[in-house]
């Protein structure tokens, strides 16, 4: 069982920045591979970032790629979402997750979630 809850949402103007993290529970933090996805109302939640269970992987969505950076600390239980340049599109819940498939990009493959993270980006 791994408990996930994230923090550091908030608002911000647009190109400005924001640090989420997400603290999990549990001795086996470093089995899973670990990552971020967002939903704003009306649609489904949407990949955003994963990182593989050592951190030496990463990967990211399109609409994310060179302004958003994943990373995790093992030792402190902990990944971390660095975003910049941040756009009015950004806007929504984030949420972090943890799952057994390396590399996994879609919602099915993560066993559990935190409770979410509201960011707002205003223009």
């Known amino acids: 069982q791994v408990q996930l809850v994230e923090s550091g949402g908030g608002l911000v103007q647009a190109g400005g920045s924001l640090r989420l993290s997400c603290a999990a529970s549990?001795?086996?933090?470093?089995?899973?591979?670990m990552g971020w996805f967002r939903q704003v109302p009306g649609k489904e939640r949407e990949f955003v970032a994963v990182?593989?269970?050592?951190?030496?992987?990463?990967n990211y969505a399109d609409y994310v790629k060179g302004r958003f950076t994943i990373s995790r600390d093992n030792a402190k239980n902990t990944i971390y979402l660095q975003m910049n340049s941040l756009k009015p599109e950004d806007t929504a819940v984030y949420y972090c997750?943890?799952?057994?498939?390396?590399?996994?990009?879609?919602?099915?493959?993560?066993?559990?979630w935190g409770q979410g993270t509201q960011v707002t980006v205003s223009s």
């Open positions: 997750a943890a799952g057994l498939y390396p590399g996994a990009t879609t919602t099915q493959r993560y066993d559990y």
């Open positions: 549990g001795r086996t933090f470093s089995s899973y591979t």
């Open positions: 990182i593989s269970r050592s951190g030496g992987i990463t």
